[in-house]
């Protein structure tokens, strides 16, 4: 590769990548103080039992199990680095990632030389897509911007995933979300540029945070299910080490409502509660992820985000016990199902 074009490269990779590690976690976070271990031994409850079929757009749900992906922080913010980094993973488990999460700013396209390089591999993107200010949107102040991703994607051509500005309902983001009218509003404006763009290749993925669900804020985000192909959560053991059913039970009785396929956007656990709760925790997800069949996805954090605390760290392969445990549900005939 010539020097320019990977300098080129490289300021493309950190722009996009500097999203990455900051979706859950995007300001400091306290670090969490001794609690209880609680019990992840006992059965989880099954809540979303809707085994489908669901329409689910292009990509479409299966009929039992579920995709696993994951988000893989690369060690070095270029396109060289974010393959090596999930060549690496895949490398490690033994598999290929279903699904691939990954962050891009409103102004940034899909079709990236590592995005297409893992498109052509048979990935399924799931693009979590930073899009602004919502009533700007709906203004009409962005629609170059959304008028070229929609045709990046379309000229992709690859089925995908898009979370419109996931992680709408916390509370950092509503300066630029205003209400959840506002932001449904700003849901189906993109949309109907879509349309307009005859882009056909986008599964809609609506995903707000666990703490909004027990907040009770999240559901007045809802786009409705006309607007919406897959419904999402992210959780995370992070200040809280629960149990992953318990974390998400109030989205999970949100879902059941719902005639919609779920993904785990996001899921992860700190590493404040040390290599044996993590190991423990992550086993107990699998259990809750086969408990509640209407989820059809899952994908996990593997960063250590900017800005948080060293025990407000999620990545797994550093940390031996727990990442056995990963390796686990990696392995799980359950999770070993492709778009």
């Known amino acids: 590769m010539k020097p320019i074009v990977r300098i080129a490269l490289a300021a493309l990779a950190t722009t996009a990548l500097t999203l990455a590690g900051c979706s859950s976690s995007p ?15 006992s059965s989880p409850d099954g809540i ?46 033994g598999r290929r990632l279903a699904i691939l999460n990954t962050y891009k700013r409103f102004e940034q396209p899909v079709g990236t030389e590592s995005d297409m390089e893992f498109l052509r591999r048979g990935t399924t993107l799931m693009v979590s897509w930073a899009t602004g200010d919502t009533r700007s949107i709906v203004d009409g102040q962005h629609d170059d911007k959304i008028r ?12 995908m995933m898009v979370r419109i500005r996931w992680e709408m309902d916390r509370p ?21 540029i879509f349309a307009e763009e005859r882009v056909t290749n986008v599964s809609w993925v609506w995903c707000p945070t666990a703490e909004g669900f027990m907040r009770g ?15 999402c959560v992210d959780v995370y053991a992070g200040n809280s080490f629960k149990p992953i059913g318990e974390l ?17 956007g996001e899921f992860g656990v700190a590493k404040a509660w040390g290599s044996a709760g993590r190991a ?4 107990d997800a699998v259990r809750t992820f086969k408990a509640n069949p209407q989820i059809k996805a899952v994908v996990y954090f593997e960063s250590n985000p ?13 940390d031996p016990p727990a990442w056995q445990a990963f390796e686990a549900l990696t392995r799980d005939p359950y999770f070993a199902v492709t778009p």
Do not use: C
């Not at 423990?280 to 086993?283: E, G, S």
């Open 217 to 231: 804020d999240a559901p007045a985000f809802y786009p409705g299910d006309d607007q919406v192909d897959w419904t």
């Open 172 to 192: 950092n983001l509503r300066a630029e979300m205003w209400s959840g009218p506002d932001y449904i509003a700003s849901w189906k404006y993109i949309r109907r």
């Open 280 to 283: 423990q925790w992550i086993t």
């Open 48 to 93: 979303a039992v809707n085994p489908g079929p669901f329409r689910a757009g292009p990509v479409a749900a299966p009929a039992r199990g579920a995709y696993f992906g994951a988000w893989v922080k690369p060690v070095e913010l270029t396109q060289p680095g974010r393959l090596e980094a999930i060549d690496a993973v895949e490398a490690n488990l």
């Open 248 to 264: 998400m039970k109030p989205f999970l009785e949100f879902a059941a409502q719902h005639p919609k396929p779920i993904v785990v």
């Open 27 to 41: 300001e400091p976070r306290p670090e969490p103080s001794p609690s209880p271990s609680p019990d992840l031994t």
């Open 306 to 318: 900017d800005g948080n605390g060293p025990k407000q760290q999620f990545r797994l392969v550093d």
């Open 148 to 159: 070229a991703q929609a045709r990046a994607i379309r000229a992709a051509g690859n089925p």
